[in-house]
């Protein structure tokens, strides 16, 4: 359904305040002293607010509506279910078709289950044995990987399948990554029975899903990373308005408004590419999948730079544990590595350009 713009501003304003009072900078950097984990009240205000089941089957919202939700989060460096639950589970739930096993899926996440989803890129087989079927492989790096559920895709001689596996069935190792506002595992299921209770979908309903997640997932991470460059261009702009040097503040310094001056043009373009991927993305365009790793190397890149240059603009502090800085760089380099790498999503906007651009640019 599309939104009109008052309605996400709305939406968004709600998403701000929710973090603001229950992920304020003295619980992210409680969560990163103790080690990752759920805040409960968080959770609750999250599954209460349908910010976890916007994309579900039956909901009104979509991905613009996300956006705006995912976009608070990263400002707030929130841990939640967003990437792991509310997008990939939601995306493969919207977009295969309905069934027995999608229903059951559905009433257990209305009963309070989590999920997360594997095989996007891979990773997953099944085999045939006779009549008996059994799904093997491993992740090592799987998002909000302390989830109920687990939607695998796998490949196999009758081609790709997505299953819905009760993670009881898989092992889990909990990672510690750079950035401990995130919950990582590593998960390994070992050659697991299945049958066609556990199929959501097959052959190329099964691989629309996959392609639909890995570009719900992609623009997730890009405009997780645009709050993380928003919010450190804010409490940069905020540090050097009244910091004082010389008597007089340091962002009056002409060497200071450059290096600000290049944090806002980053952050203005990693929302001008990101509202373009969701444009093309929603309209279903021909060239979604280059203009979304577009969005996804330029803001995640650029949040990167811009925090780091938010340390740099803070001085001593912004070395310091205490600060907020070294999250939100810690974030953006997290988000740059998730998923799909670098070199893969300046590869795919390489294949999109024709022969003649590239003979035009050289």
């Given at each position: ?67 705006r939700i995912v976009v608070e989060a990263g400002a707030a460096t929130a841990t939640t279910r967003l990437l792991g639950h509310a997008v990939g589970l939601g995306t493969a739930l ?33 085999r045939a044995d006779g009549a008996s079927r059994a799904v093997e492989g491993a992740e090592a790096v799987v998002p909000d990987a302390d989830a109920d559920l687990l939607l695998i895709?796998s490949e196999g001689d009758d081609g790709p399948r997505l299953w819905a596996v009760d993670a009881s069935r898989a092992e889990r190792t909990d990672l510690a990554p750079i950035d ?183």
């Amino acid at each position: 359904m599309a939104a009109d713009h008052q309605e996400l501003d709305d939406l968004q304003t709600a998403a701000r305040e929710v973090f603001a009072d229950l992920s304020s900078s003295e619980d992210v950097h409680r969560v990163i002293d103790t080690g990752p984990g759920r805040d409960a009240a968080l959770e609750r205000q999250l599954t209460g607010l349908g910010f976890y089941s916007v994309l579900l089957p039956g909901e009104d919202g979509d991905l613009a509506h996300l956006a705006r939700i995912v976009v608070e989060a990263g400002a707030a460096t929130a841990t939640t279910r967003l990437l792991g639950h509310a997008v990939g589970l939601g995306t493969a739930l919207a977009a295969v078709p309905d069934s027995p096993t999608r229903t059951r899926v559905l009433d257990r996440v209305a009963g309070g289950a989590t999920g997360a989803v594997l095989g996007t890129t891979g990773g997953f087989r099944h085999r045939a044995d006779g009549a008996s079927r059994a799904v093997e492989g491993a992740e090592a790096v799987v998002p909000d990987a302390d989830a109920d559920l687990l939607l695998i895709w796998s490949e196999g001689d009758d081609g790709p399948r997505l299953w819905a596996v009760d993670a009881s069935r898989a092992e889990r190792t909990d990672l510690a990554p750079i950035d401990r506002t995130r919950l990582l595992g590593a998960v390994w299921l070992p050659a697991t029975p299945v049958t066609d209770d556990d199929l959501l979908a097959a052959g190329a309903d099964a691989a629309r899903a996959r392609t639909a997640v890995r570009r719900a997932l992609e623009l997730a991470l890009a405009f997780d990373s645009l709050g993380v460059a928003r919010r450190a261009l804010a409490l940069t702009v905020a540090y050097v308005s009244t910091r004082e040097q010389f008597g007089r503040p340091v962002g009056s310094f002409q060497a200071v408004q450059h290096q600000a001056a290049d944090m806002a043009v980053r952050t203005e373009l990693a929302q001008a590419v990101c509202d373009a991927a969701l444009a093309e993305l929603l309209d279903g365009a021909t060239q979604a999948d280059a203009t979304i790793a577009m969005a996804r190397e330029v803001a995640c890149a650029g949040a990167s730079w811009v925090a780091g240059r938010a340390i740099q603009l803070h001085g001593g502090i912004g070395y310091t544990w205490e600060h907020d800085a070294h999250i939100l760089l810690k974030r953006a380099k997290l988000n740059e590595a998730l998923v799909t790498s670098a070199r893969d999503r300046r590869r795919v906007v390489l294949d999109a350009l024709a022969p003649a651009d590239l003979e035009t640019a050289s």
